[in-house]
C-alpha cells in the first residue's frame, strides 16, 4: 500500500487566493513530482524535485511554486488563483533514478 | 507526433475477453510504466519494466526494446478491470517521464 498523502482532497476557492497544497510521503523518496489533469486527459508535470532543496520545473508550472526543506514534504502552492487552475492536482514519489511510482490520491481544486 | 502513442485510445469489451492495450515509443529509455487510473480515484503502478515480461495476477505486461513496443495484456477480463490504463516511459537521455494519453477500457458484464 502507497504512503503517500494529499490535502486537501477537495478545495473550492475564490479568484485571487492563495493556497497550498500538501504532498506528504513517508517511505524515504528521494523523488517526487507534481501534476496536473483535467477530466479524461492526460497528465503534464508541474514540478519535480530529486531531493531536499532541489526542485525544477516541469512542462506546466502554471503559476505555481514548491518546496523541498523535508524529504517527505512536497508542497504545491498557487500565489493567486484563477479559474484556469481549476483541475486535479496529483502529487507522486519514486525511490532512485529509475523506481516504481507511487500516486496520492488527488486534490481536486475549483476556483470560482 | 507524440513521443509515447497508445492504442487503443477506447476499448469496450465483454466479461472474459482477452485485452491488448498497445504502447509505442520513440526515444530510448531505461524503463517503461504500466499505471491503472479508475474515474475519480488515484493512479496506481501496476508494472515497471526494461525487457522481457512480467506477469501478476491476470495482468501480463511484456516490452520490446528493440521494437520500442510494450503491450499490456489482461486475461479473463472483469468489469472491476474497467479504468484507464496509462504508460509512461523513462527517457534515457535525462531520466524524464513521457506520459501516453491512456486507453480507456470498459468491460461490460
Known amino acids: 500500500e502507497a504512503d503517500i498523502y494529499q490535502t486537501p482532497r477537495y478545495l473550492v476557492i475564490g479568484t485571487g487566493k492563495k493556497i497550498t497544497l500538501e504532498c506528504s510521503q513517508t517511505?524515504?523518496?528521494?523523488?517526487m513530482y507534481w501534476y496536473q489533469q483535467d477530466p479524461g486527459m492526460e497528465l503534464h508535470l508541474i514540478h519535480y524535485?530529486?531531493?531536499?532543496?532541489?526542485?525544477e520545473k516541469g512542462d506546466l508550472s502554471s503559476e505555481s511554486t514548491v518546496s523541498r526543506i523535508r524529504t517527505e514534504h512536497f508542497p504545491l502552492t498557487l500565489e493567486s488563483a484563477r479559474p484556469s487552475h481549476t483541475s486535479q492536482y496529483l502529487c507522486?514519489?519514486?525511490?532512485?533514478?529509475?523506481?516504481?511510482?507511487?500516486f496520492g490520491e488527488g486534490s481536486r481544486l475549483t476556483v470560482l | 507526433k507524440n513521443e509515447v502513442e497508445q492504442s487503443p485510445q477506447n476499448l469496450t469489451a465483454q466479461e472474459g475477453e482477452f485485452i491488448t492495450i498497445n504502447c509505442s515509443y520513440s526515444?530510448?529509455?531505461?524503463?517503461l510504466h504500466w499505471l491503472q487510473q479508475h474515474p475519480g480515484g488515484g493512479i496506481v503502478s501496476l508494472f515497471m519494466?526494461?525487457?522481457?515480461?512480467k506477469k501478476h495476477g491476470r495482468l501480463i505486461a511484456t516490452i520490446n526494446i528493440q521494437e520500442k513496443h510494450s503491450s499490456l495484456h489482461i486475461t479473463a477480463s472483469h468489469p472491476r478491470d474497467s479504468a484507464v490504463y496509462i504508460c509512461?516511459?523513462?527517457?534515457?537521455?535525462?531520466?524524464?517521464?513521457?506520459w501516453g494519453a491512456g486507453t480507456k477500457l470498459i468491460i461490460k458484464p
Open positions: 507522486a514519489s519514486s525511490a532512485g533514478v529509475i523506481g516504481e511510482l507511487f
Open positions: 509512461a516511459v523513462m527517457a534515457d537521455s535525462n531520466y524524464q517521464l513521457i
Open positions: 517511505m524515504g523518496h528521494d523523488k
Open positions: 526515444v530510448g529509455i531505461s524503463a
Open positions: 519494466l526494461s525487457s522481457g515480461k
Open positions: 524535485s530529486y531531493g531536499v532543496n532541489s526542485t
